[in-house]
């Protein structure tokens, strides 16, 4: 046999062990850092971690359904929604206080752009529902931002396909 | 721990898999006939795109890859192969009326394949009353956007479009564009102005740029063959990728899978069994032999999915191995990427339209029909052997005959899936019709085509 055939044949042994390695890895990494959110308060700090824990989750292989295999999912999804909460709370106190103590239009707007953000990045749509101050943040984005409460999202993008 | 992660090991596995079947398909290609060697890097490519089927083709990453380079490097040299062979090929003939003969044949033969296509679509479309039933597929024809129908609109072609669009604006921006059209009427204009300074003035005023167009031609066609030699492995990539396509898109494909079998079916018809009528009527030589001769070609064409892209392997397959005359071959083949085009332009837009007609419970008349199929026919006069001419034709053809265009975005999900057996169709129309050009113009050797395929490697060649 030749050399360069053995080092394919090499190659393609350890490519399977890291894909099966991987596939592992990648899903207790994920449970790690949901375990790792604790209590959700409307941090920085706890912001990030939650973050992270939705980016190796996103990262999950979907062809053999790894996202099913995530023990602690249902703790995961309590944590978004209550920080979607939090995040949407801190908007409407933001508006509360522009008249009680002179925030501007602006300030608000982060808030609510920043909740928005929070809900689309973490929730998909039917759990929007979940959040019991969602109705909250449609009434502030018809109020403060020119798309109002579409439910967010940029303009939609159309993709033709190849033929 | 978080690099190694974000590796992707399934892809790179793949792809140690597939170099490894490509060092197999090597030392085939020394042993065994070359058409048996795209054979077998076809089902290797299938078994690997149904072994390692995934989600946005994400462990074909890599498959794809190589399989777009081989595209993109075949696409590279049609307008210069297409520019030198012409003009070449033109000169070398030397004989106006002999040039108008085959420009007149081929045009009219590829339009006489596109009137068979169609008269065979309907017929097919009729007795199957396809999409009879099948009213559930549009039922969320109202959810399409707006955005998404003004998308599609654009892409709508009408009469006056196709013709501009078939003659020259700048010489460089139809070679880079590859214009097919655009770029024979360039040689040939160049082919004619040339005879006629050498009839006039005599050939020793014009013969350095003879010699020119000749050792480029030579030089073109020897970078040719370094890329039909990546052909077997660009057809295993391009396989694979569209066996995982397939099953991904397994969900689309059950509600419309009648459609989906109509289409190939009356595609395989035009391609195998019109073209073989043609082919021993018109052409008279073996139809079996002539599949045979061409099965590379064939193969590219399903693989790759563009008609243009195929044309340079198409071109030397015709020449080399049909014993179409190198006039012919250069002149008609790429005539057939623009005019024609039989599955892209007649039988796809037609089954999708009575699919449609069907399930909403239309009654059409025969002239509506009638309509149909002229703007198929006029479609068929310069459409782009392009990846995505397909969607192109569908919309052109909805808004011709006042279909909702809402109804092609919703029957696009096997759009890609029929795309190989559509191009092939054309490809093979296009080298059929090059053939029996060939032989009414009596530019066809029949030594050539009788000759046996060798089974060594370099005979597979360019």
């Known amino acids: 046999m030749k050399k360069s055939t053995i080092v394919l044949i090499v190659a393609a042994v350890v490519c399977l062990g890291l894909s099966a390695f991987s596939l592992k890895a990648s899903v207790s990494r994920t449970d790690k850092a949901i375990a790792a959110i604790g209590e959700v308060t409307y941090t920085d700090k706890?912001?990030?971690?939650?973050?992270?824990?939705?980016?190796?989750?996103?990262?999950?292989?979907?062809?053999?359904?790894?996202?099913?295999?995530?023990?602690?999912?249902?703790?995961?999804?309590?944590?978004?929604?209550?920080?979607?909460?939090?995040?949407?709370?801190?908007?409407?106190?933001?508006?509360?206080?522009?008249?009680?103590?002179?925030?501007?239009?602006?300030?608000?707007k982060k808030y609510v752009t920043e909740a928005r953000a929070v809900v689309d990045s973490y929730l998909t749509p039917d759990q929007y529902a979940l959040v019991e101050n969602y109705a909250d943040l449609t009434a502030l984005e018809s109020e403060y931002t020119s798309t109002g409460g579409s439910g967010g999202g940029d303009s939609e993008e159309v993709s033709i396909p190849m033929c | 721990m978080d690099a190694l992660l974000s590796v992707n090991w399934i892809a790179l596995l793949v792809l140690m898999i597939a170099l490894l079947m490509f060092k197999v398909l090597n030392r085939l290609a020394y042993k065994i006939n070359w058409t048996f060697v795209i054979l077998i890097s076809m089902v290797?490519?299938?078994?690997?795109?149904?072994?390692?089927a995934s989600e946005n083709n994400s462990y074909l990453t890599w498959l794809g890859l190589i399989g777009d380079i081989y595209v993109n490097l075949i696409t590279a040299l049609v307008a210069p192969v297409i520019l030198v062979s012409v003009i070449s090929g033109l000169i070398a003939l030397n004989d106006k009326e002999k040039m108008k003969r085959i420009g007149t044949k081929s045009v009219f033969w590829l339009m006489i394949s596109s009137v068979i296509a169609v008269v065979i679509t309907i017929l097919f479309?009729?007795?199957?009353?396809?999409?009879?039933?099948?009213?559930?597929?549009?039922?969320?024809?109202?959810?399409?956007?707006?955005?998404?129908?003004?998308?599609?609109?654009?892409?709508?072609?009408?009469l006056d479009k196709i013709i501009l669009s078939l003659f020259p604006t700048n010489i460089v921006g139809d070679l880079a564009a590859d214009n097919i059209v655009a770029i024979i009427i360039i040689a040939v204009a160049i082919a004619v102005a040339y005879v006629n300074v050498a009839t006039d003035e005599g050939e020793g005023k014009v013969k350095a740029f003879k010699d020119f167009v000749e050792a480029f031609k030579k030089i073109i066609f020897h970078v040719l063959t370094f890329v039909i030699d990546l052909t077997p492995y660009a057809v295993l990539c391009l396989t694979a990728v569209s066996a995982s396509q397939l099953l991904s898109d397994k969900d689309a494909l059950v509600q419309l899978v009648i459609l989906v079998g109509l289409i190939y079916i009356v595609c395989l018809i035009q391609t195998y069994g019109v073209n073989a009528l043609l082919l021993k009527f018109g052409a008279k030589v073996s139809p079996l032999k002539f599949f045979k001769k061409t099965f590379?070609?064939?193969?590219?064409?399903?693989?790759?999915?563009?008609?243009?892209?195929?044309?340079?392997?198409?071109?030397?397959?015709?020449?080399?191995?049909?014993?179409?005359?190198?006039?012919?071959?250069?002149?008609?083949?790429?005539?057939?990427?623009?005019?024609?085009?039989?599955?892209?332009?007649c039988i796809w837009p037609i089954l999708l339209a009575m699919f449609y007609i069907n399930a909403t419970g239309q009654n059409w008349s025969a002239s509506q029909y009638l309509v149909?199929?002229?703007?198929?026919?006029?479609?068929?006069?310069?459409?782009?052997?392009?990846?995505?001419?397909?969607?192109?034709t569908a919309v052109s053809l909805f808004s011709a005959v006042n279909l909702p265009i809402a109804a092609v975005v919703?029957?696009?999900?096997?759009?890609?899936?029929?795309?190989?057996?559509?191009?092939?169709?054309?490809?093979?129309?296009?080298?059929?019709?090059?053939?029996?050009?060939a032989r009414n113009t009596d530019l066809l050797d029949d030594e050539v085509f009788e000759k046996e395929e060798m089974t060594q490697k370099k005979e597979g060649q360019a």
């Open chain 1, 46 to 108: 706890c912001k990030e971690k939650i973050d992270r824990a939705v980016e190796y989750y996103n990262a999950l292989d979907p062809n053999f359904n790894l996202k099913d295999k995530i023990e602690n999912k249902k703790e995961f999804d309590t944590a978004k929604i209550e920080y979607a909460r939090l995040a949407i709370k801190a908007a409407s106190v933001a508006d509360a206080r522009k008249t009680a103590e002179g925030y501007s239009s602006d300030d608000v």
């Open chain 2, 44 to 52: 290797m490519g299938a078994v690997i795109g149904i072994v390692f």
């Open chain 2, 125 to 158: 479309g009729m007795a199957t009353h396809i999409g009879n039933g099948a009213g559930a597929v549009f039922s969320d024809i109202a959810s399409v956007t707006d955005t998404t129908l003004s998308a599609y609109e654009e892409m709508g072609t009408s």
């Open chain 2, 296 to 345: 590379d070609a064939q193969a590219t064409a399903f693989t790759t999915q563009s008609s243009v892209g195929t044309l340079p392997i198409t071109i030397d397959r015709l020449i080399r191995k049909v014993g179409v005359d190198e006039e012919v071959a250069n002149f008609s083949a790429p005539l057939g990427t623009t005019i024609g085009m039989a599955g892209c332009t």
């Open chain 2, 372 to 392: 149909m199929c002229f703007m198929c026919l006029v479609l068929s006069l310069g459409s782009a052997g392009m990846p995505g001419i397909g969607v192109v």
């Open chain 2, 410 to 437: 919703l029957l696009i999900p096997i759009n890609n899936i029929t795309d190989m057996v559509r191009t092939l169709t054309n490809v093979v129309g296009a080298s059929v019709t090059a053939t029996v050009v």
